[in-house]
């Protein structure tokens, strides 16, 4: 992966200089600008470190690739750039090796795919990786489910205390209840353990 980097006086000046030179636009690039003194007789200069996004994509498919020789499995890598964040998706012949029990192998290969970008650009890139529509299909099941309790809590008046679950998985599950006006969320416990807890309104 290709690390630019560019000086100048001007911070504007430069990047567009860059992105001309490369027929690309800004939304097609990361990039971290510092400022340096120039010293007794120097004025202050600006310098970009910049990154192609395409190249992180195409980054992140080598990645896979990788793994893919190494675990003798034929990965197909997808990567979907949605404001800043890689969406990456993968299927391969064998799904339910790269998920693990409760997901625990895709979360872990998420961790580490962030990292080794991070080491290789120095960029702090957001990733999001789901295997098989492994996540996609977690969430469809996790919204059935508390639209079931919020009827029941509806219907009984008595909260509900859900299963510990990470920090995405809550706030999906504090924005589907805001769609209930009678009902309302609440986060408890400590983490790795804190689970969201379904209340009734009282008048």
């Known amino acids: 992966m290709k690390i630019y980097e560019v000086e100048g ?5 430069i990047l567009n200089e860059f992105l001309t030179e ?5 939304k097609d690039i990361l990039f971290v600008a510092t400022e340096e003194n120039g010293g007794l007789f120097k004025g202050k200069k600006v310098k970009l470190n ?9 980054y992140i498919k080598e990645f896979f690739d990788n793994i893919a020789a190494l675990m003798n499995l034929e990965i197909k890598t997808n990567v979907e750039i949605e ?7 993968i299927d391969s012949t064998d799904n339910s090796i790269l998920i693990g029990k409760d997901g625990r192998i895709l979360k872990a290969l998420q961790i580490i795919l962030k990292q080794a970008i991070v080491k290789t650009c120095d960029f702090n890139i957001k990733v999001n990786l789901d295997i098989g529509n492994y996540k996609e299909k977690k969430l469809k099941h996790l919204e059935v489910l508390t639209r079931r309790l919020a009827n029941e809590v509806i219907k009984t008046k008595v909260d509900v205390k859900m299963d510990s679950m990470n920090s995405y998985e809550r706030r999906y599950v504090h924005n589907i209840i805001g769609e209930y006006t009678m009902l309302t969320t609440k986060s408890e416990g400590e983490e790795p353990n ?3 807890v379904i ?3 009282e008048d």
């Open 9 to 13: 006086k001007v911070k504007e000046e």
């Open 22 to 26: 490369n027929n690309i636009e800004e």
């Open 50 to 58: 910049i990154v192609k996004k395409e190249d992180i994509a195409n």
């Open 83 to 89: 404001e800043d964040i890689f969406k990456v998706s």
């Open 194 to 196: 804190r689970y969201v």
């Open 199 to 201: 209340k009734y309104k």
